[in-house]
């Protein structure tokens, strides 16, 4: 149960659906049902979010597409006089997680949604690209699966709320 109010919260699923799922399943629904009453609930949440703020979603793509380039060509003049291994490992991590926080907070009514439309949209577009090369598919496809999961790291991130974080004192 917690892994499905986790991800309805993460997927901005609304709050009264999410209690009356939570309330059908105290009642003695299985939690396979839950888990499929989730998926059918993300799934909604996604699309109403993605699809009534259209422009929107489209900018943040745009952005992270363009964002991807740019930040291809600062870090690769930014390694270039100094080509040690460690950093360029750390910003080949932090760029797909920079890029998915961006695209994220470009769009808050559906921020991890947007990321995973962004992944999807860039990976789609490299296999297009590499059409006439089959053996580059492994390559890219490789690659998709950790940019996705840095992406969704990034989409994460844009989720948190700015006054989520509790000070004590």
Known sequence: MKVALWLMNRFQVDSSLTGDLIEEWATGRSTKWLLWQTCVAIMSAL?????????????AV???????GLLLNAFTYALSPFPHFPIGLLLFVLRPIVLGWIV???QPTQ????????IAVFISVALWNSRHSPAAYGVILLLG????????????????????ILIPG
Do not use: D, E, Q, Y
């Open 104 to 106: 994220g907070r470009l």
């Open 111 to 118: 921020p991890l949604g947007t990321a995973l439309l962004f």
């Open 47 to 59: 699309w109403t979010g993605l699809w009534h703020h259209k422009l929107r979603t489209l900018g």
């Open 145 to 164: 699966s950790w940019l996705t999961l840095t992406t969704i790291v990034g989409g994460l991130l844009a989720t948190r709320k700015r006054n989520s």
């Open 62 to 68: 745009a952005a992270g597409l363009f964002g991807w």
